[in-house]
């Protein structure tokens, strides 16, 4: 489909180098390498290029949630696609399921959670804070503008909010997880899945030891290691660096004990 005045686009180069822009009638984007007309890029395909005055090529593609993810606005750490990728499969969070998420921050997490509950889902987005409340409004409807009807942002705390319905799936993004436990046992339908992410493993050792506590087994803790590679005429080898530590994931199934 060609572009067209609104969409957004990202521009590309070989070396992974990227802007997003919104298309606009007289509009000009420029940057180190050179600049061109917006109206120049309307009218051209997905994976059509320029080549800039100094011999780069920039392509031209409608950007991908991931493209999105790196060019919000973060005031938060945000959570990054290996362990979004898992805490999607894991936790089995799919179409139409009502999933709760907490907190909120930048809203990285909250956008593919949305896009994985789909519109016949619903997504509640929990979070204390007014300005990352706002935040991640302001990047949601940047991205998906307009705001998805399926999402439900409220302030609130994840320790003690109440809801007069239960949730298929509940993922936590928080300092201290295991504090939400208590809640979210009373708020998560029999059988629902518990996905949370933390950085350090005590922080899961506490969550996991409340969640045995308010009726949750099948525990699995793990991490995701990325490690990406060259692969050219002269080489085929990993890459020297690597982002080697974002977060523990933690999975858990709501179980029912008399004790409970
Ligand atoms: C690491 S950030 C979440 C980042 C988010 N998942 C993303 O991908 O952009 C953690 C958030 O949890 C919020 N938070 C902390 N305690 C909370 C609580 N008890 N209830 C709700 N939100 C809470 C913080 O204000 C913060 O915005």
């Not at 990054?80 to 894991?90: F, H, Q, R, V, W």
């Not at 003690?160 to 993922?171: G, K, M, Q």
Request: hydrophobic share 40%.
């Amino acid at each position: 489909m060609k572009f067209k005045a609104g969409d957004q686009v990202i521009l590309t180069t070989d070396k992974g180098k990227s802007w997003l822009i919104k298309l606009q009638l007289g509009e000009n984007f420029s940057c180190h390498l050179g600049s061109i007309s917006h109206d120049n890029i309307i009218g051209k395909c997905p994976g059509d290029s320029w080549t800039t005055p100094k011999g780069t090529k920039i392509f031209f593609f409608y950007p991908t949630l991931n493209d999105f993810l790196f060019k919000l606005t973060r005031r938060t750490q945000i959570v990054y696609p290996k362990d979004i990728g898992a805490m999607l499969c894991y936790g089995d969070i799919r179409s139409g399921m009502t999933v709760l998420e907490s907190g909120v921050g930048s809203g990285a997490l909250t956008m593919f959670l949305l896009n994985a509950v789909g519109t016949s889902g619903m997504l509640v987005s929990v979070e204390t804070r007014k300005e990352f409340v706002e935040l991640a409004l302001n990047n949601v409807k940047k991205f998906f503008d307009p705001i998805p009807k399926q999402w439900n942002l409220v302030v609130g705390n994840i320790e003690n909010i109440a809801f007069n319905y239960c949730f298929d799936r509940v993922v936590l993004d928080l300092p201290e997880p295991w504090k939400a436990v208590p809640n979210v046992s009373k708020i998560i339908k029999p059988g629902g899945i518990i996905v949370s992410l933390s950085p350090q493993i005590t922080q899961l050792q506490w969550t996991a030891r409340e969640l045995k506590k308010h009726g949750f087994r099948f525990l699995q803790i793990f991490e995701i290691l990325k490690r990406d590679w060259h692969i050219d005429d002269r080489r085929s080898r990993p890459a020297d660096r690597m982002i080697a530590h974002t977060g523990f994931l933690l999975f858990g199934r709501k179980v029912n004990l008399p004790s409970d």
